[in-house]
């Protein structure tokens, strides 16, 4: 039982570059969600899903797109990456939304943009 | 929507001694109160939560209280040792809110226990 993993660990982009993240989960679960960690700045939900198919905004989601063609997968996309979307990118997913259910997070995607 | 403020960003104690970690939350339907832990090059993990309808939880050395009247919770850790060094996260809900995260999470506290 790997939980949630993600893929690359790391990666440096050039400016205009586009790169995917991905995000599996083995837990069954159906909501996920993408975060940034920024300092001092804590978790911002970029996009999140409520099943296979679905997608949603959540707090930070310009620039990102997202993708769940499969309920164990969550992919997020930089189509043009700017320096701003340096940061290290979390995934997580959970059994249902909001109150009482534990996310559970992936160790973490660190992207720098030059 | 719901606002989440957490105070100190940064605390040093040393080891065997107490931490407080403090949150503040602002939308007053908010009912559970999670803390998540986050190791060095780790993604954060539930260490533990409350729910509006008790007043505090305990589990080992951690312990969370909640003023539902004043609107803050914290996090308390005894005899603390060297492994419990790490970020921790408040977080609260927004029940009124517009519906576009589940969580909103507090800026965190870097926690050093020193030998």
């Known amino acids: 039982n790997a939980g949630v993993t993600q893929t690359p660990k790391f990666r440096v982009l050039k400016t205009g570059q586009s790169m995917t993240l991905l995000c599996a989960q083995d837990?069954?679960?159906?909501?996920m969600y993408w975060y940034r960690q920024d300092p001092g700045m804590g978790l911002r939900l970029i996009h999140y899903s409520v099943g296979e198919g679905t997608t949603a905004k959540g707090e930070v989601p310009d620039g990102y797109n997202v993708s769940r063609l499969k309920k164990q997968n969550f992919l997020l996309g930089l189509e043009s990456a700017a320096p701003s979307q340096t940061s290290v990118y979390f995934c997580?997913?959970?059994?249902?939304w909001g109150q009482g259910y534990e996310q559970y997070f992936g160790p973490g995607t660190r992207l720098t943009v030059t | 929507g719901e606002n989440v403020e957490q105070h100190p960003s940064t605390l040093s104690v040393q080891e065997g001694d107490s931490a407080v970690i403090k949150c503040t939350y602002s939308d007053s339907a908010s009912n559970y109160f999670p803390w998540y832990k986050q190791e060095l090059g780790k993604g954060p993990q539930l260490i533990i939560d409350i729910r509006s309808n008790v007043g505090e939880k305990k589990d080992q050395r951690i312990a969370v209280t909640l003023n539902k009247t004043a609107k803050h919770f914290s996090l308390h850790i005894t005899e603390t040792q060297p492994e419990d060094s790490a970020v921790y996260f408040c977080?609260?809900?927004?029940?009124?809110?517009?519906?576009?995260?589940?969580?909103?999470f507090g800026k965190g506290t870097r926690l050093s226990v020193i030998a």
């Open positions: 837990m069954n679960h159906e909501y």
């Open positions: 977080a609260a809900p927004p029940f009124s809110n517009s519906g576009n995260t589940p969580l909103v």
């Open positions: 997580a997913s959970s059994y249902s």
